[in-house]
Nanobody
Framework: QLQFVESGGSLVQPGGSLRLSCTAS????????IGWFRQAPGKERERVSCITGDGGSTMYADSVNGRFTISIDNAKSTVYLQMSSLKPEDTATYYCAATCKIQPFMSWGQGTQVTVSS
């Protein structure tokens, strides 16, 4: 069964950059679509970005398009989310999963906390 560990979150100033990592165990990622999601306090979880296992197709939420870049390294079973021009509204816990769609009763990992603040 595919499991993920998210890492790379931190406190960063507005306008700064971070790179998040999502490392999988239990399977290679070639046959999956991997998504990054986030949940801010008091808000629903939302989709941020997705990538197919071959890296050939990506999507971004409008709120991050042009600022975030998703990529995949199949040799390391890791999906990255490069975040730049960070805004306070990007503050959230970030999660990854083997899907591009939030579904009921999904299991989530611990996530990684991103805080954008001066």
């Amino acid at each position: 069964q595919l499991q993920f560990v998210e890492s790379g979150g931190s406190l960063v100033q507005p306008g700064g950059s971070l790179r998040l990592s999502c490392t999988a165990s239990g399977s290679t990622l070639d046959d999956y679509t991997i998504g990054w999601f986030r949940q801010a306090p008091g808000k629903e979880r939302e989709r941020v970005s997705c990538i197919t296992g071959d890296g050939g197709s990506t999507m971004y939420a409008d709120s991050v398009n042009g600022r975030f870049t998703i990529s995949i390294d199949n040799a390391k079973s890791t999906v990255y989310l490069q975040m730049s021009s960070l805004k306070p509204e990007d503050t959230a816990t970030y999660y990854c999963a083997a899907t591009c769609k939030i579904q009921p009763f999904m299991s989530w990992g611990q996530g990684t906390q991103v805080t954008v603040s001066s």
